[in-house]
């Protein structure tokens, strides 16, 4: 076991380095691309199939997320979170563009979460063996699924559905066939919860 | 209820995405006017964020890393394609480097840190022109000169195998059109050409470039296409400007 001063020291190097690596890119240097890859390559990939569901797309995500990593380099604000979690917002967006151009609407997402009362959170237990996550991926990691199994499968479910399903509340109600009021309320208050349990990654990321 | 309350419960989903459009407007503009909700949506964007941790582990195709770099060197990241007009240009930044430094001296503190911006712009530039005075100035660099049939546009390219960079030097090269952009391709008898990046001319028709080397080519001959604003796989179009490589 680590000490945390020594996890904490670890933490501020890795985003030290991932911020200099951007840095990098905005000097139209696609080494530190490569570089960025084999830090977060494997988690964007694991974000993109969890979105799309077929591995032919989640590679054509994976790329055009880092294509525009590669572009817009210049805009990432560090004061607005970790280089991590701003590639993970371009992935998740690049997911949600494709499934929408293809009309799929995460469908298959909304059935499997309904066929299975465990979600995502369930196959966690065997994440974390993948070759490019650290220590403190796999904290995060262990922490965010401990979260989500402590709350009540029903809000699970709809924050789930629009995180990685990109519904709406009232796409939500339709596919749960659950009035939206309900929704609603189970989104607020499963997000509440979250707030409080993820309290620790939270101010550990945005400092 | 206050509309303060009422609009403080659509933080959460607002952060998830998950307002319907008819929400979102006004929830926005009540946000420009609320620190608390802004508080509120911004620990719950980084609530959102950690869900990404929730995906289950996949391992991607071992090609992936190859065709992130490839489809990545087919266009320049924003603010990287500065064009100076070497070498006039690290004589003029040198000199209003000088200036607004000295000039930062006595202004007051607000004025420095858009002044320490117009620094950092400047030492971008003189950076970029000492790359290109780098890349050129090599014993081992290879040159080809690109001509259309008449008479303008020229350009000169220089290939650093080396430093792994390319320098692109036009004339007479008016900017491409709206929506549209200049490619450079490196081209081995036999092979498809390989894109070796875009860029696009000043107002006065001349730009300096740098652009990425595709790793262990060596071309026999390069063109130029205008294709559409991102670049293309493979040209659209036949080259107006071509030329062979010497001494790569």
Same mark, same amino acid.
């Given at each position: 076991?680590?000490?945390?001063s020594?996890?904490?020291?670890?933490?501020?190097?890795?985003?030290?380095?991932?911020r200099?690596l951007v840095?990098r890119?905005?000097?139209?240097?696609?080494r530190a691309?490569?570089?960025l890859?084999?830090r977060?390559?494997?988690?964007m990939y694991?974000l993109?199939?969890?979105?799309v569901?077929?591995?032919?797309?989640?590679?054509?995500?994976?790329?055009?997320?880092?294509?525009?990593?590669?572009?817009?380099?210049?805009?990432?604000?560090?004061s607005?979170?970790?280089v991590?979690?701003?590639?993970?917002t371009i992935?998740?967006?690049r997911?949600?563009d494709l499934?929408?151009?293809?009309?799929r609407?995460?469908?298959a997402?909304a059935?499997?979460?309904?066929e299975?009362n465990d979600g995502l959170?369930a196959p966690?237990?065997a994440?974390?063996?993948?070759?490019d996550?650290?220590i403190?991926?796999?904290e995060?990691?262990?922490l965010?699924?401990?979260?989500?199994?402590?709350?009540?499968d029903?809000?699970r479910?709809?924050?789930?559905?629009a995180?990685?399903g990109?519904?709406t509340?009232?796409?939500?109600?339709a596919?749960?066939?659950e009035p939206?009021?309900t929704?609603k309320t189970?989104?607020?208050?499963?997000?509440e919860?979250?707030?409080?349990?993820?309290?620790?990654?939270?101010s550990?990321?945005?400092? | 209820?206050? +509309?303060?309350?009422r609009?403080?419960?659509?933080?959460g989903?607002y952060?998830? +995405?998950?307002?319907?459009a008819e929400?979102?407007a006004?929830?926005?503009a009540?946000l420009?006017?609320c620190?608390?909700?802004?508080?509120d949506?911004q620990?719950f964007?980084?609530v959102?964020g950690?869900?990404a941790?929730a995906a289950?582990?996949a391992?991607?195709?071992?090609?992936?890393?190859?065709?992130v770099?490839?489809?990545a060197r087919?266009?320049?990241p924003?603010g990287a394609?500065r064009?100076?007009?070497?070498?006039?240009?690290?004589?003029?930044?040198s000199?209003?480097?000088?200036?607004?430094a000295?000039?930062?001296?006595?202004?007051g503190?607000t004025?420095r840190?858009?002044?320490r911006?117009?620094i950092?712009?400047m030492q971008?530039?003189? +950076?970029?022109?000492?790359r290109v005075?780098?890349?050129?100035?090599d014993s081992?660099?290879?040159?080809?000169?690109l001509?259309?049939?008449g008479k303008?546009?020229?350009m000169?390219?220089?290939w650093?195998r080396?430093r792994g960079l390319?320098?692109v030097?036009?004339?007479d090269?008016?900017?491409?059109?709206s929506?549209?952009?200049?490619?450079?391709w490196?081209?081995?008898?036999?092979?498809n050409?390989?894109?070796?990046?875009?860029?696009?001319t000043a107002?006065?028709?001349r730009?300096?470039?740098t652009?990425?080397?595709?790793a262990?080519?060596?071309? +026999?001959?390069?063109?130029?296409t205008?294709?559409?604003?991102g670049?293309?796989p493979?040209?659209?179009?036949q080259?107006?400007?071509v030329?062979?490589?010497?001494?790569?």
């Amino acid at each position: 076991m680590r000490n945390s001063s020594r996890e904490t020291k670890f933490e501020a190097v890795a985003s030290q380095s991932d911020r200099a690596l951007v840095e990098r890119l905005t000097a139209g240097d696609d080494r530190a691309l490569g570089e960025l890859y084999d830090r977060h390559g494997t988690a964007m990939y694991a974000l993109a199939v969890a979105i799309v569901r077929e591995r032919a797309d989640a590679d054509e995500v994976v790329a055009d997320a880092f294509g525009q990593a590669w572009r817009t380099a210049v805009r990432f604000d560090p004061s607005r979170g970790s280089v991590a979690a701003w590639l993970a917002t371009i992935t998740r967006t690049r997911a949600l563009d494709l499934l929408r151009s293809r009309g799929r609407r995460a469908r298959a997402l909304a059935r499997a979460a309904s066929e299975r009362n465990d979600g995502l959170a369930a196959p966690l237990a065997a994440a974390g063996d993948a070759p490019d996550r650290g220590i403190e991926r796999e904290e995060a990691q262990r922490l965010v699924a401990r979260s989500l199994a402590e709350l009540p499968d029903v809000q699970r479910r709809v924050i789930e559905l629009a995180y990685f399903g990109g519904l709406t509340q009232t796409e939500i109600a339709a596919e749960l066939r659950e009035p939206l009021g309900t929704v609603k309320t189970r989104m607020r208050a499963g997000m509440e919860k979250l707030r409080g349990s993820l309290a620790p990654l939270l101010s550990s990321e945005a400092s | 209820m206050t +509309d303060h309350e009422r609009y403080r419960e659509l933080a959460g989903p607002y952060a998830l +995405d998950a307002l319907e459009a008819e929400q979102r407007a006004p929830f926005e503009a009540h946000l420009a006017e609320c620190a608390t909700c802004r508080a509120d949506v911004q620990a719950f964007r980084e609530v959102a964020g950690a869900l990404a941790h929730a995906a289950p582990a996949a391992t991607p195709p071992p090609g992936l890393r190859d065709r992130v770099l490839r489809e990545a060197r087919q266009v320049r990241p924003l603010g990287a394609a500065r064009t100076p007009r070497f070498p006039w240009i690290a004589a003029a930044a040198s000199i209003a480097l000088a200036i607004v430094a000295g000039y930062g001296y006595w202004r007051g503190r607000t004025e420095r840190d858009g002044l320490r911006g117009a620094i950092a712009t400047m030492q971008a530039q003189l +950076d970029s022109a000492d790359r290109v005075v780098a890349t050129i100035l090599d014993s081992t660099v290879g040159t080809a000169d690109l001509a259309a049939t008449g008479k303008a546009p020229t350009m000169r390219l220089y290939w650093n195998r080396v430093r792994g960079l390319v320098v692109v030097a036009a004339f007479d090269l008016p900017p491409a059109p709206s929506g549209r952009i200049y490619q450079l391709w490196a081209i081995k008898k036999g092979q498809n050409p390989v894109s070796v990046g875009t860029f696009n001319t000043a107002a006065g028709g001349r730009a300096i470039v740098t652009l990425p080397a595709p790793a262990g080519l060596r071309p +026999d001959l390069s063109a130029v296409t205008e294709e559409p604003a991102g670049g293309s796989p493979q040209p659209t179009q036949q080259p107006f400007l071509v030329g062979a490589w010497q001494g790569i």
